[in-house]
């Protein structure tokens, strides 16, 4: 028998019977919370609350205190590999992340290590450790990490962008060191998340976010794939009674709704799906789980407009199993704490008629 009191989530990703459909999301633990304000300021900054294991646990548990989710993510950030790197992460106020080095040149992706994840990522490791004990088997803790891509993004534009040029102009002219680069990263966050799971994560989500602005042929080559390659080194586990024994694997990619045929080729349990995704042309619903899908815009809105639309994504999956509720994307920082609220009360309240458990 599982040790979990609450085993929903894990059990829609493996498409098994539920009472009502599971509900996480995507920064859950975020500014949009008080209480997550005020640490944070006491921390002084977003990097020194990673890396300390008891405030990366604290921040973690804070949404599940408040509302009835169904899994926790840990509190990190995707960015932890390329820092570990030796890349320098920082966040100026206002601006998002930022590296004090960025990668421009196939010596600069040569000299790269390949970080060890009990060394210099171990306060990721910690804090999973912590928190999985903290939770007592409440709800699943789930560990990520973002895609090879989405962190190549970063590593080459030196930060946040809008218009990836740097990195394309990479793509286009360049496109043997970037595979270079996306070799390294992808070996480096197998480990990474490997190393997660043995640490005690339940659950595994890649963040694809910009994989959607690849063109169709580039993200298979220089996105998918390397996801894939990912895939085929986690050590999954296998399924079985406990339903703990087998470590699921969430793909997301940000915009990859036209794509979504591949992405469920590539073997993964859950498919994460944005808004401009009709969930009810998902063909395979049933066989593979599929996590999404609400704008998180809804989240602005009045109590009856966040229940229609929370019913509007509930009908649109229907009566397969294997739904995850969640968000398209990340919650924005200055959504109402009730709205959260109503949300997940309504997605618990609602989705009882698509199960009969
Ligand atoms: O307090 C602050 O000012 C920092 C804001 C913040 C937070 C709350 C950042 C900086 N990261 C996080 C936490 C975080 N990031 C989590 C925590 C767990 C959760 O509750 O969900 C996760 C899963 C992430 C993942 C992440 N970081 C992604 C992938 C998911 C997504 O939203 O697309 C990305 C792209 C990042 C980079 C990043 N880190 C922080 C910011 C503001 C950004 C986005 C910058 C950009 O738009 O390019």
Not at 235 to 251: A, E, N, R
Request: glycine share 8%.
């Amino acid at each position: 028998m599982s040790q979990l009191k609450n085993d929903r989530y894990l059990r829609a990703l493996q498409c098994l019977p539920v009472d009502y459909t599971p509900v996480w999301m995507m920064r859950q633990a975020g500014r949009y919370l008080p209480e997550y304000r005020q640490l944070r300021s006491k921390a002084g900054d977003f990097m020194t609350m990673c890396q300390t294991p008891e405030l990366a646990c604290e921040v973690t548990l804070q949404p599940l205190q408040r509302f009835e989710l169904d899994a926790a993510i840990i509190f990190s950030d995707i960015l932890t590999i390329p820092d570990a790197m030796g890349l320098g992460l920082y966040f100026e106020s206002g601006e998002g992340p930022k590296f004090k080095k960025s990668i421009s040149c196939i010596s600069d992706i040569e000299q790269l290590p390949i970080p060890d994840p009990e060394q210099s990522l171990k306060y990721v490791m910690d804090a999973i450790r912590l928190t999985k004990k903290e939770l007592n088997g409440k709800v699943p803790l789930i560990g990520f990490s973002g895609s090879p891509w989405t962190l190549a993004t970063y590593m080459i534009e030196g930060g946040s962008s809008k218009a990836f040029t740097k990195i394309k102009k990479m793509l286009y002219s360049e496109p043997k060191a970037l595979h270079q680069l996306l070799e390294k990263l992808a070996n480096s966050i197998a480990l990474y998340l490997n190393a997660q799971i043995q640490a005690g994560a339940q659950s595994i989500m890649i963040f694809d976010t910009w994989g959607g602005v690849l063109s169709h042929q580039s993200y298979q080559t220089f996105s998918l794939d390397y996801m894939q390659q990912i895939l085929s080194q986690l050590k999954q586990g296998k399924k079985s009674q406990d339903i703990t024994s087998y470590i699921p694997v969430t793909l997301f990619t940000k915009g990859g709704g036209i794509w979504l045929d591949r992405i469920i080729n590539t073997g993964c349990d859950a498919v994460g799906v944005d808004w401009t995704v009709n969930l009810s042309q998902i063909t395979q619903k049933g066989k593979i789980a599929v996590q999404g899908n609400l704008d998180p815009s809804v989240l602005y809105a009045r109590k009856q407009t966040i229940e229609s639309n929370v019913e509007a994504v509930l009908n649109e999956y229907g009566y397969h199993n294997g739904h995850v509720f969640n968000l398209g994307h990340g919650i924005h920082q200055d959504i109402p704490v009730e709205n959260v609220q109503h949300l997940i009360e309504a997605v618990h309240r609602l989705s009882k008629r698509f199960h009969h458990d």
